[in-house]
């Protein structure tokens, strides 16, 4: 998450496209989503940034979305009405992708859009997000929800920022340099 730390990085027209966003919106960092539970109460976890009207889980060195007991899953006040909770990745008494249930019961609960920041490569990790999303009975919710990669994001970075991706966790743009900015039909094929 430190990426975003950079300075006047969201003041950047294509990073804030790549995001889907409005130029110059400011991050707020562990942002309590206070996702309504039954018994009006919140739960107290934190969605990792707020951008906007965009909530943020950002997956790089993390192993998955984690899991939890349907007990406690049951008990957000939505759960029943946004997903098909019958059709989640489940166990008999677990369901998986917890972080991402959450957050999209966070971006309903505030009107907010979602996005999953991942590395291309863990298509583990895009299925799990697929497997959720295609669960969300709401149409406007589903397609609210979005996911990226870091590498899509480096490819509009600024030079310093793409080099510490690339240092630090391997990541390099998801754009060759000889492609960027020529048009579909003019690029070359690899048999050419």
């Not at 998450?1 to 294509?14: A, G, H």
């Not at 990073?15 to 989503?33: E, I, S």
């Not at 299925?127 to 929800?145: I, P």
Request: hydrophobic share 40%; charged share 25%; proline share 6%.
């Amino acid at each position: 998450m430190n990426v975003f730390c950079y300075p006047k990085l969201l003041t950047n027209v294509r990073v804030a496209r790549t995001l889907g966003l409005q130029p110059g919106v400011v991050p707020h960092f562990g942002f309590p989503a206070r996702v309504p539970l039954e018994i009006n109460r919140c739960d107290r976890t934190e969605v990792d940034m707020r951008l906007g009207d965009l909530l943020v889980e950002a997956k790089l060195t993390e192993g998955d979305f984690q899991r939890a007991e349907k007990v406690k899953v049951v008990r957000y006040r939505d759960f029943l009405d946004v997903f098909e909770h019958d059709r989640l990745p489940q166990s008999e008494t677990h369901y998986e992708g917890y972080q991402l249930i959450r957050n999209v019961l966070a971006a309903h609960a505030s009107r907010c859009s979602f996005c999953v920041l991942l590395d291309a490569r863990r298509p583990d990790l895009l299925e799990a997000f697929y497997a959720v999303v295609k669960c969300v009975t709401l149409v406007d919710l589903r397609t609210a929800c979005r996911v990226r990669t870091w590498q899509e994001l480096a490819g509009v970075l600024p030079q310093k920022l793409q080099a510490f991706l690339a240092a630090k966790y391997g990541i390099e743009s998801a754009v060759k340099p000889s492609c960027v900015g020529a048009p579909r039909s003019t690029r070359m094929s690899p048999t050419s």
